[in-house]
Each structure stands twice: as structure tokens, then as C-alpha cells.
């Protein structure tokens, strides 16, 4: 079992606020995403972290902004929510030397009204 | 480049009946390839991985998959489907060694009728 989590699993918010997706594990993987997935869709990469310091955008384009101050904790911030954000986003992180897997949280649904 | 073609949406089985999701992918790498599944409302959990050493690959929950280079494919087999097998599972394909390279599939999604 993967020692990631995130908070909150489900979310309904407002057009217009700020939100910020949490999310956290214990394995001390230097390596973390961001996905996206919308409903009976694959997960597209929006963000990743090589380790402390470092962020990466991914291949699908997002308003979504992340940062990496500790290595266990990746959260991902939404300034200004618009419906187009509704979506389910999933952490994950990986270590390289287990060969790259990538392990996942139970993701964060997001409903923008 | 690289990519995943996950060949059926939905594959419909009965309980006790094999399974079989197909797979298959294109990479100008050496490819590491995973099955991944994904019950309803919860995170992506691993069934196997294959990265270079055995062809055929074992996974959790009597799941095995075997990387055929030649047919470029990586399907997923259950010799006997049970009801809690009822879930969307990814193919996902990656540049070895670089985990931010994830390709996944579009998904299919396993129905086991009673």
C-alpha cells in the first residue's frame, strides 16, 4: 500500500476562489506529479517535481500552479477557479530506484460552480 | 515519442470466465510498460510492471501480463474473473528510466456479470 494521500477528496467551490489541492507522502520519493482526469478519460501530466526547489509544467496545459518547499508534500493551487477546472486530479511520486513506478493518491474531485 | 492503444473501452466477462484487456503501444525507447486499475472514486493502484527482465510478468490479484516486442503489445490476462475485478485498468507506457514520461492509455473498463 502507497503512503500517499490527498486532501480534500472531494471539493465544490465557487467560479472565482482560490483553491489549493494538498498533497503528501511518506516515502520519501524526491520524484512527484500532477494529473488530471476527466470522467472516463486518461490522466494527462500537469505538473511534476524532479525534488525540492524544482517544478516542472507537464504535457497538458493548466492554469494550476504547484510548489515544492519539502520533499513529501507537492500541493497544487488554483488562483481564481473556473468551471473548466472541475476535474479529478491524482498525485503521484516515484522513486528511481524502484524503477521509476509511480505510486498514486485516491485523488481530489473538484466540482467549479 | 510514445504511445498507448488500449484496443476495447469495455470488455464484458462472466464470473469465472478469463479475461483478457489488450495493450499495445508504440516507443522509440526501450520502453518500460504497467497495468494499472482504478476502482470507482479511488487512485490508480499497480498490478504489474515489466522493465526489462522477465517477458511475462506477474501481477497482484492472480493478474500476469506478457511484453511481446514483436507485436509491440502488453496484454493483461486473469485466467478466472471475480466480481471485485470490476474496475477501469490503464495500460501506461514509459521512456525506462524516466518516470515524468508516463504515457497512459485511454483505459478499459472490465464488467464482470454474475
Known amino acids: 500500500e502507497a503512503d500517499i494521500y490527498q486532501t480534500p477528496r472531494y471539493l465544490v467551490i465557487g467560479t472565482g476562489k482560490k483553491i489549493t489541492l494538498e498533497c503528501s507522502q511518506t516515502?520519501?520519493?524526491?520524484?512527484m506529479y500532477w494529473y488530471q482526469q476527466d470522467p472516463g478519460m486518461e490522466l494527462h501530466l500537469i505538473h511534476y517535481?524532479?525534488?525540492?526547489?524544482?517544478?516542472e509544467k507537464g504535457d497538458l496545459s493548466s492554469e494550476s500552479t504547484v510548489s515544492r518547499i519539502r520533499t513529501e508534500h507537492f500541493p497544487l493551487t488554483l488562483e481564481s477557479a473556473r468551471p473548466s477546472h472541475t476535474s479529478q486530479y491524482l498525485c503521484?511520486?516515484?522513486?528511481?530506484?524502484?524503477?521509476?513506478?509511480?505510486?498514486f493518491g485516491p485523488g481530489t474531485r473538484l466540482l467549479v460552480l | 515519442a510514445q504511445s498507448v492503444t488500449q484496443l476495447d473501452s469495455h470488455v464484458s466477462v462472466s464470473e469465472g470466465t478469463p479475461v483478457l484487456l489488450r495493450c499495445n503501444y508504440s516507443s522509440s525507447y526501450s520502453p518500460s510498460l504497467f497495468w494499472y486499475v482504478q476502482h470507482p472514486n479511488k487512485g490508480l493502484q499497480l498490478l504489474l510492471k515489466?522493465?526489462?527482465?522477465?517477458?511475462l510478468v506477474k501481477g497482484i490479484n492472480g493478474f500476469e501480463a506478457e511484453f511481446k516486442k514483436s507485436e509491440t503489445s502488453f496484454h493483461l490476462t486473469k485466467p478466472s474473473a471475480h466480481m471485485s475485478d470490476a474496475a477501469e485498468y490503464f495500460c501506461?507506457?514509459?521512456?525506462?528510466?524516466?518516470?515524468?514520461?508516463?504515457?497512459f492509455g485511454p483505459g478499459t473498463r472490465l464488467s464482470v456479470l454474475p
Open positions: 516515502m520519501g520519493h524526491d520524484k
Open positions: 503521484a511520486s516515484s522513486d528511481p530506484r524502484g524503477g521509476e513506478t509511480q505510486y
Open positions: 515489466y522493465t526489462s527482465a522477465a517477458t
Open positions: 501506461v507506457v514509459s521512456r525506462r528510466n524516466y518516470g515524468q514520461n508516463f504515457v
Open positions: 517535481s524532479y525534488g525540492v526547489n524544482s517544478t
